[in-house]
């Protein structure tokens, strides 16, 4: 039964641990993208996994029991409305005339320059 215990904390832990790491990358990632676009678009992405593998690992920690159910309700509503939410607020943004990210023209000659030698 010990064996049983550890292979589920085990599985909790790494669990856990994926999900903080899709959210650090995210983050990073954040940071590092052009416009409100794309950096919405990966926060999108990024948040509902990590969240995801985080509610799952809580649920293998927990074993089957009551809170182990509440964690599957927060995890189906999680799974609805983040994406939902980023499209809404991408949408809007859309509407109110925010401009796409264009790569500069000085970037744009060098890759045509690159590409006739």
């Not at 509503?77 to 000085?106: D, N, Q, Y």
Request: net charge neutral.
């Amino acid at each position: 039964m010990e064996l049983l215990a550890t292979i589920q904390e085990i599985a909790a832990v790494v669990l856990m641990l994926g999900g903080v790491g899709f959210m650090l990358i995210g983050s990073i990632g954040i940071n590092t993208l052009p416009d409100f676009y794309t950096r919405c678009h990966a926060s999108g992405k990024v948040d509902t996994l990590g969240i995801v593998l985080l509610l799952m690992g809580m649920m293998v920690h927990q074993g089957p029991n009551l809170n182990s159910l509440k964690l599957v309700l927060v995890l189906c509503f999680v799974l609805v409305t983040s994406p939902v939410a980023t499209h809404f607020l991408m949408r809007r943004a859309f509407i109110a005339g925010f401009k796409f990210w264009s790569r500069p023209e000085a970037d744009k000659e060098k890759d045509d320059a690159a590409l006739a030698d």
